[in-house]
């Protein structure tokens, strides 16, 4: 058994403690009492201890020995008064034992009444008066001890008297005694009554009542199917289920209902108690419909109206469209990657090509821009032959610097048609990510979210400043305690029934709590 010490405050000298705060307990060992402080918290109230279990068990033997004798009395009446009353023509002794029973009895109210006060006292001077008196009672009333001893004496002789009249007509006591049992165990056609022993039918019962009340705890019955409603047999009008009652934030009740004219309905959170066999207007909700766990098999499920069956035909048609319709586009993505991967072959003639045709055409724009020189030094036209050499020149040329401009265009892009745009990559939450592909070119680029996963922090120890301990190790079973903002400390203990206690300088420690002493 677990050893969790809590020390109360306590002493070995000291009767009682002068003065205790408000509710605190204490217990004296020299006057076996337990003490509480008082509501003002100035002084101490005595409410229990083993010198007031001592009295109360003193108090409890003698009033208990005063209960017994009178029940003792008692009893000895109770069977003369009946033993005379049963007896015919013996008024004389019915009498007798009627008074003696009546003494008795009396004298049975006394002792008991003596036996509650004295067992009832709580505070030790009330439950000391009250044994006092109980202890006094059984002596001081000489007269009425004397007035029960001749009570007890005149129904012991009743009680004989009526024993030996008791043997005079064997027959008439036979036919008595079972009058008298036979009218004991009797219920009356017209009122009814209650049977207290078991009670075994052999043959059918039938119950014509309203309503049928079985208390049991337990029901058991053989028959395999029950049948419910049975003389709803004309139409369809009342609800046939069951439903029970249980208490969630107020009685509820739960069950399973056909409703008339209508399906099956597990349902619960129903506060309208059925006793009419016909559920509330409106009892029959989506928040009222109960949660029902088990293996289902059914020729058809309809949720919301829905049914499931062609929902789900349906669903797997899509599925199955969407698979191919998916196939055919990884088909044409796959083509598509081909060529795209082919464009970035490198082709060696077409790259000669377009760096001749770049020469070709940064020459022609030499010769177009030397002629244009020539014809603009010309102020008049010399003649129209020349004029016109001048301008198809110029045509010429210009035809060769568009050829030469596109060509350089394409010299100048790359082939492959990728591009990025223009932003800041990298930021204090993401760093920047790029792809670079064969050609030397940057093909994307993009920000990747900071998070380091802590299995990848393999070195170091976080320090208080940012959130961690400061330490690396820590005590086993150890209570860590702050220290501002250097490494964290450990207090712990092995000893069983310690707890985290502050010291006499402020400081966490463990030990047994101890409520000092007076």
């Known amino acids: 058994m677990a050893n969790t010490v809590i020390q109360l405050k306590n002493s070995q000298v000291t009767a009682a403690p002068s003065a205790l705060n408000i509710a605190e307990p204490a217990y004296s060992y020299s006057s076996?009492?337990?003490?509480i402080g008082s509501p003002a918290g100035t002084g101490s109230i005595a409410i229990g201890g083993k010198f007031y279990l001592d009295q109360q068990q003193i108090i409890f033997d003698r009033g208990n020995s005063a209960f017994a004798g009178a029940n003792s009395a008692g009893s000895y009446a109770n069977a003369?008064?009946?033993?005379?009353?049963?007896?015919?023509?013996?008024?004389?002794?019915?009498?007798?034992?009627?008074?003696a029973f009546l003494q008795a009895n009396a004298a049975f109210t006394v002792a008991n009444n003596a036996f509650t006060s004295a067992?009832?006292?709580i505070v030790f001077n009330t439950a000391n008066a009250a044994f006092l008196a109980a202890n006094?009672?059984?002596a001081t009333d000489t007269t009425q001890n004397n007035s029960i001893t001749a009570a007890f004496n005149t129904a012991n002789a009743a009680f004989l008297a009526a024993n030996a009249a008791t043997a005079t007509d064997t027959t008439q006591n036979n036919s008595i005694t079972a009058a008298f049992t036979r009218a004991n165990n009797s219920i009356n056609a017209n009122t009814g009554g209650t049977i207290t022993a078991d009670l075994v039918i052999t043959g059918n019962l039938t119950v014509s009542g309203n309503t049928t009340f079985v208390n049991s705890q337990t029901l058991t019955t053989q028959d395999s199917l029950i049948r419910l409603a049975n003389n709803n047999i004309v139409g369809d009008a009342i609800d046939i289920g069951f439903y029970g009652s249980y208490n969630s934030s107020g009685v509820k009740y739960t069950g399973l209902v056909r409703q008339a004219g209508a399906q099956f309905f597990l349902f619960n959170n129903i506060t309208s108690d059925p006793t009419t066999?016909?559920?509330?207007?409106?009892?029959?909700?989506?928040?009222?419909?109960?949660?029902?766990?088990?293996?289902?098999t059914s020729y058809s499920v309809t949720i919301n109206g829905q049914d499931i069956n062609q929902f789900a035909t349906n669903a797997f048609t899509q599925a199955n469209t969407a698979a191919t319709n998916a196939l055919s586009a990884g088909a044409y993505a796959n083509g598509a990657f081909a060529v795209a991967n082919s464009a970035t072959t490198t082709n060696t003639t077409q790259n000669n090509s377009i760096t001749a045709a770049f020469a070709a055409a940064n020459s022609a724009g030499s010769y177009a821009n030397s002629a244009f020189t020539a014809a603009n030094s010309a102020i008049n036209g010399i003649n129209t032959t020349q004029n016109n050499s001048i301008t198809a020149a110029f045509a010429a040329a210009n035809a060769?610097?568009?050829?030469?401009?596109?060509?350089?265009f394409v010299a100048n892009t790359d082939f492959t048609g990728l591009s990025i745009t223009a932003a800041n990559f990298g930021t204090v939450a993401a760093v920047a990510s790029f792809r670079v592909e064969a050609n030397g070119r940057i093909s994307s680029a993009n920000n990747t979210a900071i998070?380091?996963?802590t299995a990848a922090i393999t070195s170091g120890t976080l320090g208080v400043t940012r959130g961690g301990t400061g330490a690396a190790t820590f005590t086993n079973n150890g209570v860590l305690l702050g220290q501002g903002t250097s490494a964290f400390s450990t207090a712990s203990s092995s000893t069983e029934g310690h707890v985290l206690t502050i010291n006499a300088s402020g400081v966490p420690a463990f030990s047994h709590l101890s409520g000092g002493s007076f």
């Open 32 to 35: 076996n009492t337990f003490f």
């Open 80 to 99: 003369a008064f009946a033993a005379a009353n049963s007896a015919v023509g013996a008024a004389s002794a019915s009498a007798y034992a009627n008074g």
């Open 119 to 121: 067992n009832g006292a």
């Open 136 to 138: 006094a009672a059984t």
């Open 277 to 296: 066999n016909v559920l509330a207007t409106g009892s029959l909700t989506p928040a009222n419909t109960g949660t029902l766990t088990a293996n289902l």
């Open 400 to 408: 060769s610097f568009l050829v030469a401009n596109g060509a350089a």
């Open 451 to 453: 998070a380091i996963d």
